[in-house]
């Protein structure tokens, strides 16, 4: 018999291979190696991902903003770019003390945020924020001419993120871009291609009596309050549909809407 | 010297002659997907050949103690990982192409590819060869994307790596791109036929036929 190997690494390595103990020891120390390495890398990389992100989405919103037909006349009208405003959602004003950069701070805290009833939560958001940073836009008379608001929703595979450009008049959509998605690329993936986004423009959301149309079609739009469907892509079409309606409807961003109307913003 | 020629042999073997892709015929879901233009399918390349080779390298080292239950969930906890911090790093630091690769750099996992390698060389050789037989296959795998990628960009949109090559009928050139190219049956079509050509010049690749249709068996009895 051989001497009893004084280390204890040595002697677990000399353990038979198909030994239960060195199977777990074997399993447990891969997992905690590879568990590490990943860890390491996501929170090694996070600032230089999230600094992408912003960037690409300020860049969606310059490019969205940019394809509004008579948009960039209308900025340098307005003389200057867009502001920024983050909303109270429920009562539709500015929010008290919550400002563009402690948004983040603020939405970490899950007392600004609100339950949603299942009765009115169509796109299984199960919560919503209380704030929402909104950008506006005025004309010389200090009117609201355009808005564009971040929407949210559920699509075939996964959250969809959006941004709307909405016109003055609270009822006609000046654009969309989509900032972020994991649809089927090719199907539903299409949803981030301009040539998609090109029937937004001109769309309205709601009838002459005040009632929510707006639906992304089956096929070609037939009515004013339609954009075209994409082949094969039904169920991104319906969560595209409900998010525009729930964000824009009362649970959304109804109460600021309703406060631009009345022109109190 | 006998063995650097040794080496040079299992590093070249999978680039025509054992080639994954159109031998094996392995890995060619991600090898249909991204290969829409040449840049996509070279990041894809680099990022299965990286994965590979380092994952071959690890598995190699540590081939001695794994235990033969749990040998394929070791193997796929540890190409998963890596595949993972692949794809932060894209994520980081080529946002553009990883967002066009979009879920197809988390299949490296699952690609058989891989799976294949590891299980079959790298579990029984030495690091080093395992990691050269890795980055070999990775070769092949990435040189069937880089001829497909590159055909399907040049004649559907008449470009390479973005540069246009081919000047467009739209702004007054002569070529008039094809879109069937941009959509993923030509990547069959073009596999297809790189697979026939393959075994056109290599007839021993050809595989024997499973099934002799019967009206030859009777001309041959």
Same mark, same amino acid.
């Given at each position: 018999?051989?001497?009893?190997?004084?280390?204890?690494?040595?002697?677990?390595?000399?353990?038979?291979?198909?030994?239960?103990?060195?199977?777990?020891?074997?399993?447990?120390?891969?997992?905690?190696?590879?568990?590490?390495?990943?860890?390491?890398?996501?929170?090694?990389?996070?600032?230089?991902?999230?600094?992408?992100?912003?960037?690409?989405?300020?860049?969606?919103?310059?490019?969205?903003?940019?394809?509004?037909?008579?948009?960039?006349?209308?900025?340098?009208?307005?003389?200057?770019?867009?502001?920024?405003?983050?909303?109270?959602?429920?009562?539709?004003?500015?929010?008290?003390?919550?400002?563009?950069?402690?948004?983040?701070?603020?939405?970490?805290?899950?007392?600004?945020?609100?339950? =949603?009833?299942?009765?009115?939560?169509?796109?299984?958001?199960?919560?919503?924020?209380?704030?929402?940073?909104?950008?506006?836009?005025?004309?010389?008379?200090?009117?609201?001419?355009?808005? =564009?608001?971040?929407?949210?929703?559920?699509?075939?595979?996964?959250?969809?993120?959006?941004?709307?450009?909405?016109?003055?008049?609270?009822?006609?959509?000046?654009?969309?871009?989509?900032?972020?998605?994991?649809?089927?690329?090719?199907?539903?993936?299409?949803?981030?291609?301009?040539?998609?986004?090109?029937?937004?423009?001109?769309?309205?959301?709601?009838?002459?009596?005040?009632?929510?149309?707006?639906?992304?079609?089956?096929?070609?739009?037939?009515?004013?309050?339609?954009?075209?469907?994409?082949?094969?892509?039904?169920?991104?079409?319906?969560?595209?549909?409900?998010?525009?309606?729930?964000?824009?409807?009362?649970?959304?961003?109804?109460?600021?809407?309703?406060?631009?109307?009345?022109?109190?913003? | 010297?006998?063995?650097?020629?040794?080496?040079?042999?299992?590093?070249?073997?999978?680039?025509?002659?054992?080639?994954?892709?159109?031998?094996?015929?392995?890995?060619?879901?991600?090898?249909?997907?991204?290969?829409?233009?040449?840049?996509?399918?070279?990041?894809?390349?680099?990022?299965?050949?990286?994965?590979?080779?380092?994952?071959?390298?690890?598995?190699?080292?540590?081939?001695?103690?794994?235990?033969?239950?749990?040998?394929?969930?070791?193997?796929?906890?540890?190409?998963?990982?890596?595949?993972?911090?692949?794809?932060?790093?894209?994520?980081?630091?080529?946002?553009?192409?990883?967002?066009?690769?979009?879920?197809?750099?988390?299949?490296?996992?699952?690609?058989?590819?891989?799976?294949?390698?590891?299980?079959?060389?790298?579990?029984?050789?030495?690091?080093?060869?395992?990691?050269?037989?890795?980055?070999?296959?990775?070769?092949?795998?990435?040189?069937?994307?880089?001829?497909?990628?590159?055909?399907?960009?040049?004649?559907?949109?008449?470009?390479?790596?973005?540069?246009?090559?081919?000047?467009?009928?739209?702004?007054?050139?002569?070529?008039?791109?094809?879109?069937?190219?941009?959509?993923?049956?030509?990547?069959?079509?073009?596999?297809?036929?790189?697979?026939?050509?393959?075994?056109?010049?290599?007839?021993?690749?050809?595989?024997?036929?499973?099934?002799?249709?019967?009206?030859?068996?009777?001309?041959?009895?």
């Amino acid at each position: 018999m051989v001497e009893r190997d004084p280390n204890p690494w040595r002697r677990f390595l000399a353990l038979p291979n198909d030994s239960r103990a060195k199977t777990i020891v074997v399993a447990f120390l891969v997992s905690a190696i590879c568990a590490a390495l990943v860890s390491g890398a996501t929170v090694v990389l996070r600032p230089i991902q999230s600094a992408n992100r912003a960037a690409e989405e300020q860049a969606r919103i310059e490019a969205l903003v940019a394809g509004i037909p008579g948009m960039t006349a209308l900025l340098s009208e307005a003389g200057g770019s867009l502001s920024t405003v983050v909303i109270d959602l429920g009562s539709g004003q500015a929010a008290d003390g919550i400002t563009p950069a402690s948004l983040e701070t603020a939405l970490a805290d899950p007392a600004n945020w609100t339950e =949603l009833e299942p009765a009115v939560d169509p796109i299984g958001l199960g919560r919503r924020p209380d704030y929402a940073q909104v950008f506006l836009l005025r004309d010389a008379a200090d009117q609201v001419s355009l808005m =564009l608001l971040p929407l949210s929703g559920q699509g075939y595979g996964g959250r969809v993120d959006a941004i709307l450009a909405l016109r003055g008049d609270t009822n006609t959509i000046a654009g969309i871009a989509i900032t972020g998605h994991s649809e089927t690329p090719g199907l539903g993936g299409r949803i981030e291609e301009a040539a998609w986004q090109a029937s937004f423009p001109g769309t309205e959301l709601r009838d002459a009596g005040g009632e929510m149309r707006f639906r992304v079609a089956r096929g070609r739009s037939s009515t004013a309050h339609e954009v075209d469907g994409i082949t094969g892509a039904t169920r991104t079409g319906r969560g595209v549909t409900q998010m525009v309606r729930f964000w824009l409807g009362p649970d959304g961003y109804g109460p600021l809407l309703d406060a631009i109307r009345r022109g109190e913003f | 010297m006998a063995g650097q020629s040794q080496y040079w042999r299992v590093l070249t073997e999978p680039l025509i002659r054992q080639n994954p892709v159109t031998l094996q015929i392995l890995g060619i879901c991600s090898a249909l997907a991204v290969t829409t233009t040449l840049a996509t399918a070279l990041t894809m390349s680099v990022s299965l050949t990286v994965v590979l080779t380092l994952a071959a390298g690890l598995i190699s080292t540590i081939r001695r103690h794994i235990p033969e239950t749990i040998r394929l969930i070791v193997q796929i906890v540890i190409v998963a990982s890596l595949v993972i911090v692949i794809d932060q790093i894209l994520q980081a630091y080529f946002a553009e192409i990883s967002r066009a690769l979009s879920v197809y750099v988390g299949l490296i996992t699952t690609n058989c590819l891989v799976l294949g390698r590891t299980e079959a060389y790298a579990r029984h050789h030495t690091p080093l060869p395992a990691m050269v037989d890795a980055f070999g296959n990775g070769l092949g795998y990435s040189l069937v994307l880089i001829i497909i990628g590159g055909l399907r960009e040049l004649f559907g949109k008449g470009e390479l790596f973005g540069q246009e090559v081919l000047p467009l009928a739209e702004a007054g050139g002569w070529f008039t791109p094809l879109s069937l190219m941009l959509l993923a049956p030509s990547a069959f079509f073009l596999l297809g036929l790189l697979v026939w050509a393959v075994r056109v010049w290599r007839p021993d690749q050809a595989e024997a036929r499973e099934h002799v249709p019967p009206g030859e068996m009777e001309a041959a009895e």
